[in-house]
C-alpha cells in the first residue's frame, strides 16, 4: 500500500498525518509540553510494596506513582518474548515483598503512559529500540519477529546470534530488519549498545527518580517505525525539523533520505488533503458513510461501543442486501476510525443484524482484512451470540479525543444536561429545604439566563406560590456566566 507522510512542525506541537489513497489513515500527536513517556528509563524509588496485589508503587518523579506488577519485575522470559518465534518456559516469580522494599532504588522502564487516574505501568525488563532490533540487556535470548516467514528466522537468527557476539545481552530482530546487511545490523548493535553503557552510567551518578533515557522523539521515530516500502514521500513544513531529520536519518536510516523532503508551498501542509476536518470528525460521535449509513461511536473508560445504521441508504434491491452492503463499507470505515483515533483496549461493534451467515462471514472478514493494515496488535473475538462483535486493540497512548480534548464543563463528561425545567424545580425544592432551616428576610435565585425566564414565564405561578407558603419573598438574578444546571440560593 502506498502512503505519503506529511509533518506539521511548530515549537508547542508536531502533528503527523499517514496518507493513502487521498485518505488520512492514522494521525499522530505529540506535543512539547505533554511528551508520552514510554520507552522511558528511570531510576525509580519503591514507595510502597503491596503483598495483597503482588506489586509496587514506584516513585519516578510524576505526579502520580507509577505501577509495577511482579510478572514486570521478573524475567518473564514468555512475557517478553511473545512476539518472537521461540519461548521459554517461565519460572514462577518470587513474592514481590521478598524482592523490594520501600526506598530501594531500581531501575525501570515505562511500558505505558499514564492515561485518566491511572499511573505509567512499568516494567524492571528493560529493552531498547532501535531501527532493525530491539536490545535486551538483561537476557541472553536472541529471537525473530514472527512476521518474518518461518523459513527465514533460523538463518536471521543465527546472524544476529554471530554478529552480536558473546558481549552480552539479547536481541529480537524486527520485521523492517529481514533484509538488512550484515552492516546494518552492525551499526545497531553498537549503537544499542552504546545506549545502554550510557544508561548504566546514569544510575550510578544520578539520584533515586531520575530519567536515565528518554525514547526517540516523534518525529525520529516517524522514520523508525512508521516508514515502510511504499512510503513514497515524507515531507516537513519546518526548515530546522528537516535538517535535524536529515542527520539522524544518514546516521540511522540513511534508506529514508530520499523520501525526506521540505513543504514550502504557501498553502499549510494538512490542507493539501483536508487533514484539519478529518480531525474535527474524529472527535465526533457520528462518522457518515458514503452509501448514506453511518457510524456512531462512543468511547468510556472501560471500552468503545461502535453503532452502525443504514441512515438514508436505501440503494440495494431488497433490505438483507442493503444491510449487508452497510455493514461491508461500515467494517473498512471503524478499521480506519480506530487507528485514526487511535481507540485502545475493548471495542464492541454493532453491526446491523443479519440473517444469513455467508453475510456475517463476508462482513468478519473484511474487517479483518482491513485490521491486518493497523500497526497495533488487534485481536477480534467474532460475533458474540447477541451479534455483537467484541473485539480488543492494544493501548499504547492516549486516545486522540483524550489528547486534543476534556470534559464539558457544563455537563462534567455525562453528556448530557438538566433541562432548564428540571432545574427550576431542583430550586424550589432547595429553597423550601432552606426556609425549614434558616429564617432570612429574603431569597435571592442567582442561575443561569434560560432558567430565570422560565421561572420568570411558565414556572412563575410556581414560585409566587413557594413564596407565599413561606412567607418569604423571591428574588431572581440572571447569571451568563453560570451553565444551566449551575445555581446558587443566597439568604438575605
Same mark, same amino acid.
Request: charged share 25%; aromatic share 6%; proline share 4%.
Given at each position: 500500500?502506498?502512503?505519503?507522510?506529511?509533518?506539521?512542525?511548530?515549537?508547542?506541537?508536531?502533528?503527523?498525518?499517514?496518507?493513502?489513497?487521498?485518505?488520512?489513515?492514522?494521525?499522530?500527536?505529540?506535543?512539547?509540553?505533554?511528551?508520552?513517556?514510554?520507552?522511558?528509563?528511570?531510576?525509580?524509588?519503591?514507595?510502597?510494596?503491596?503483598?495483597?496485589?503482588?506489586?509496587?508503587?514506584?516513585?519516578?518523579?510524576?505526579?502520580?506513582?507509577?505501577?509495577?506488577?511482579?510478572?514486570? /519485575?521478573?524475567?518473564?522470559?514468555?512475557?517478553?518474548?511473545?512476539?518472537?518465534?521461540?519461548?521459554?518456559?517461565?519460572?514462577?516469580?518470587?513474592?514481590?515483598?521478598?524482592?523490594?522494599?520501600?526506598?530501594?532504588?531500581? =531501575?525501570?522502564?515505562?511500558?505505558?503512559?499514564?492515561?485518566?487516574?491511572?499511573?505509567?505501568?512499568?516494567?524492571?525488563?528493560?529493552?531498547?529500540?532501535?531501527?532493525?532490533?530491539?536490545?535486551?540487556?538483561?537476557?541472553? #535470548?536472541?529471537?525473530?519477529?514472527?512476521?518474518?516467514?518461518? $523459513?527465514?528466522?533460523?538463518?536471521?537468527?543465527?546472524?544476529?546470534?554471530?554478529?552480536?557476539?558473546?558481549?552480552?545481552?539479547?536481541?529480537?530482530?524486527?520485521?523492517?530488519?529481514?533484509?538488512?546487511?550484515?552492516?546494518?545490523?552492525?551499526?545497531?548493535? !553498537?549503537?544499542?549498545? $552504546?545506549?545502554?553503557?550510557?544508561?548504566? +552510567?546514569?544510575?550510578?551518578?544520578?539520584?533515586?527518580?531520575?530519567?536515565?533515557?528518554?525514547?526517540?522523539?516523534?518525529?525520529?521515530?516517524?522514520?523508525?517505525?512508521?516508514?515502510?516500502?511504499?512510503?513514497?514521500?515524507?515531507?516537513?513544513?519546518?526548515?530546522?525539523?528537516?535538517?535535524?531529520?536529515?542527520?539522524?536519518?544518514? +546516521?540511522?536510516?540513511?534508506?529514508?533520505?530520499? $523520501? /525526506?523532503? /521540505?513543504?514550502?508551498?504557501?498553502?499549510?501542509?494538512?490542507?493539501?488533503?483536508?487533514?484539519?476536518?478529518?480531525?474535527?470528525?474524529?472527535?465526533?460521535?457520528?462518522?457518515?458513510?458514503?452509501?448514506?449509513?453511518?457510524?456512531?461511536?462512543?468511547?468510556? +473508560?472501560?471500552?468503545?461501543?461502535?453503532?452502525?445504521?443504514?441512515?438514508?441508504?436505501?440503494?440495494?434491491?431488497?433490505?438483507?442486501?442493503?444491510?449487508?452492503?452497510?455493514?461491508?463499507? !461500515?467494517?473498512?470505515?471503524?478499521?480506519?476510525?480506530?487507528?485514526?483515533?487511535?481507540?485502545?483496549?475493548?471495542?464492541?461493534?454493532?453491526?446491523?443484524?443479519?440473517?444469513?451467515?455467508?453475510?456475517?462471514?463476508?462482513?468478519?472478514?473484511?474487517?479483518?482484512?482491513?485490521?491486518?493494515?493497523?500497526?497495533?496488535?488487534?485481536?477480534?473475538?467474532?460475533?458474540?451470540?447477541?451479534?455483537?462483535?467484541?473485539?480488543?486493540?492494544?493501548?499504547?497512548?492516549?486516545?486522540?479525543? #483524550?489528547?486534543?480534548?476534556?470534559?464539558?464543563?457544563?455537563?462534567?463528561?455525562?453528556?448530557?444536561?438538566?433541562?432548564?425545567?428540571?432545574?427550576?424545580?431542583?430550586?424550589?425544592?432547595?429553597?423550601?429545604?432552606? !426556609?425549614?432551616?434558616?429564617?432570612?428576610?429574603?431569597?435571592?435565585?442567582?442561575?443561569?439566563?434560560?432558567?430565570?425566564?422560565?421561572?420568570?414565564?411558565?414556572?412563575?405561578? #410556581?414560585?409566587?406560590?413557594?413564596?407565599?407558603?413561606?412567607?418569604?419573598?423571591?428574588?431572581?438574578?440572571?447569571?451568563?456566566? =453560570?451553565?444551566?444546571?449551575?445555581?446558587?440560593?443566597?439568604?438575605?
Amino acid at each position: 500500500m502506498q502512503q505519503d507522510i506529511l509533518i506539521n512542525w511548530s515549537p508547542q506541537e508536531t502533528r503527523v498525518a499517514v496518507v493513502e489513497h487521498g485518505a488520512v489513515q492514522e494521525l499522530q500527536v505529540e506535543r512539547t509540553l505533554e511528551r508520552g513517556l514510554v520507552g522511558n528509563v528511570y531510576l525509580g524509588k519503591v514507595a510502597r510494596v503491596l503483598p495483597g496485589m503482588q506489586s509496587a508503587f514506584i516513585d519516578i518523579g510524576l505526579d502520580r506513582a507509577a505501577f509495577l506488577h511482579v510478572a514486570d /519485575l521478573m524475567s518473564s522470559i514468555n512475557s517478553r518474548h511473545a512476539d518472537t518465534d521461540s519461548a521459554v518456559p517461565a519460572t514462577p516469580p518470587q513474592p514481590i515483598e521478598r524482592q523490594l522494599f520501600e526506598g530501594q532504588a531500581v =531501575m525501570v522502564q515505562v511500558l505505558k503512559d499514564p492515561i485518566g487516574t491511572k499511573g505509567a505501568r512499568l516494567t524492571a525488563q528493560i529493552s531498547i529500540a532501535g531501527r532493525l532490533l530491539v536490545f535486551l540487556p538483561q537476557d541472553n #535470548h536472541v529471537g525473530v519477529s514472527q512476521k518474518i516467514p518461518p $523459513k527465514q528466522r533460523e538463518e536471521l537468527r543465527q546472524r544476529v546470534q554471530a554478529l552480536a557476539g558473546d558481549m552480552g545481552g539479547g536481541f529480537i530482530l524486527r520485521t523492517n530488519g529481514e533484509d538488512a546487511l550484515d552492516a546494518e545490523l552492525s551499526e545497531d548493535i !553498537a549503537y544499542l549498545r $552504546k545506549t545502554w553503557a550510557r544508561i548504566k +552510567e546514569a544510575s550510578v551518578r544520578l539520584p533515586p527518580a531520575s530519567v536515565l533515557h528518554q525514547d526517540l522523539n516523534l518525529l525520529q521515530r516517524v522514520l523508525r517505525d512508521v516508514v515502510v516500502e511504499g512510503t513514497q514521500t515524507i515531507r516537513i513544513d519546518s526548515r530546522e525539523q528537516f535538517d535535524k531529520l536529515k542527520i539522524f536519518a544518514t +546516521e540511522f536510516m540513511p534508506a529514508t533520505l530520499q $523520501k /525526506l523532503q /521540505l513543504y514550502v508551498g504557501e498553502r499549510p501542509i494538512f490542507d493539501l488533503f483536508n487533514i484539519d476536518e478529518d480531525i474535527a470528525r474524529a472527535l465526533g460521535r457520528r462518522v457518515d458513510l458514503k452509501s448514506g449509513g453511518y457510524l456512531i461511536i462512543d468511547q468510556t +473508560e472501560a471500552l468503545t461501543t461502535v453503532d452502525v445504521n443504514t441512515g438514508g441508504f436505501v440503494g440495494a434491491r431488497n433490505f438483507d442486501d442493503t444491510i449487508f452492503k452497510t455493514n461491508l463499507e !461500515a467494517s473498512q470505515a471503524i478499521a480506519r476510525q480506530l487507528r485514526l483515533r487511535n481507540l485502545g483496549g475493548i471495542v464492541i461493534v454493532d453491526f446491523i443484524d443479519m440473517i444469513r451467515e455467508n453475510h456475517r462471514d463476508a462482513v468478519l472478514a473484511e474487517f479483518q482484512k482491513q485490521l491486518a493494515r493497523d500497526r497495533i496488535k488487534t485481536s477480534v473475538n467474532g460475533f458474540s451470540a447477541l451479534g455483537l462483535l467484541e473485539m480488543t486493540r492494544k493501548r499504547t497512548r492516549e486516545s486522540l479525543a #483524550h489528547q486534543l480534548c476534556e470534559p464539558c464543563s457544563a455537563c462534567t463528561g455525562k453528556g448530557v444536561v438538566k433541562t432548564a425545567r428540571s432545574v427550576t424545580y431542583d430550586i424550589l425544592r432547595e429553597i423550601l429545604r432552606e !426556609a425549614r432551616q434558616f429564617n432570612p428576610r429574603e431569597f435571592r435565585v442567582i442561575a443561569s439566563p434560560k432558567v430565570v425566564e422560565l421561572f420568570l414565564d411558565e414556572e412563575s405561578q #410556581h414560585l409566587a406560590g413557594l413564596s407565599d407558603f413561606i412567607g418569604k419573598p423571591i428574588s431572581l438574578q440572571a447569571e451568563a456566566a =453560570m451553565a444551566q444546571e449551575q445555581y446558587d440560593i443566597v439568604l438575605l
